[in-house]
C-alpha cells in the first residue's frame, strides 16, 4: 500500500512539474521576417516608426539585432536610419546617442502598444524594465 502511494506520488510530481514546462509561453524571434511573423512584426515596427516620425519629424527603416516575442510581451533593439537614406538630424537641445532603438511592446485586449521605448539615448533606459513587467518572459530580452 505504501509503495502504490509512493508510485501515485511520484506520477503526481511528473505531471505537475511538465504542466509548469507545459504551461511556459513559447518565444518567437522575430529578428528576420517570415511568412508566418511578417504581419505582427511589420505592424509592430510601424508602432515604432509612427512614434520616432512623430517625436523627430523624420521617417525610419530598421536595422533589427533583437526582436523576440512572448505571450504579450515582445522586446526589440535595433538601428534606425532615415528612410531617404540622409544622415538622422537631431535638435540642439539634448544630446543624443545615434542610432540605437529599443521598445517593449504589451499587447492589451488583443491589441499591441508601445509600453517602453527609447531612441538614441544616452543612457540605459531600460536598466530594470524586466522587474517594471514581471508578466514578461525573461526570455524576451535574452
Known amino acids: 500500500m505504501i509503495r ?8 503526481g510530481m511528473i505531471l505537475f512539474l511538465n504542466l509548469g514546462i507545459l504551461a511556459e509561453t513559447p518565444v518567437s524571434n522575430y529578428k528576420i521576417k517570415s511568412s508566418s ?4 512584426r511589420n505592424y509592430l515596427l510601424d508602432l515604432l516608426r509612427a512614434k520616432l516620425s512623430n517625436e523627430f519629424k523624420q521617417e ?3 536595422v533589427v ?5 512572448s505571450g ?3 522586446w526589440f533593439r535595433g538601428t534606425a536610419q532615415r528612410k531617404d537614406g540622409k544622415e538622422i538630424s537631431f535638435s540642439d537641445e539634448m544630446p543624443y546617442d545615434c542610432c ?7 499587447r492589451t485586449n488583443g491589441k499591441w ?5 527609447a531612441a538614441f539615448s544616452t543612457d540605459v533606459w531600460w536598466e530594470g524594465i524586466q522587474g517594471r513587467y514581471p508578466n514578461a518572459a525573461k526570455e524576451i530580452f535574452l
Open 4 to 11: 502504490l502511494q509512493s508510485f501515485f506520488c511520484i506520477i
Open 37 to 40: 511573423n511578417e504581419k505582427e
Open 60 to 62: 525610419f527603416i530598421f
Open 65 to 69: 539585432d533583437h526582436f523576440k516575442v
Open 72 to 74: 504579450d510581451y515582445a
Open 100 to 106: 540605437h532603438v529599443e521598445a517593449l511592446f504589451k
Open 113 to 117: 502598444q508601445i509600453a517602453e521605448s
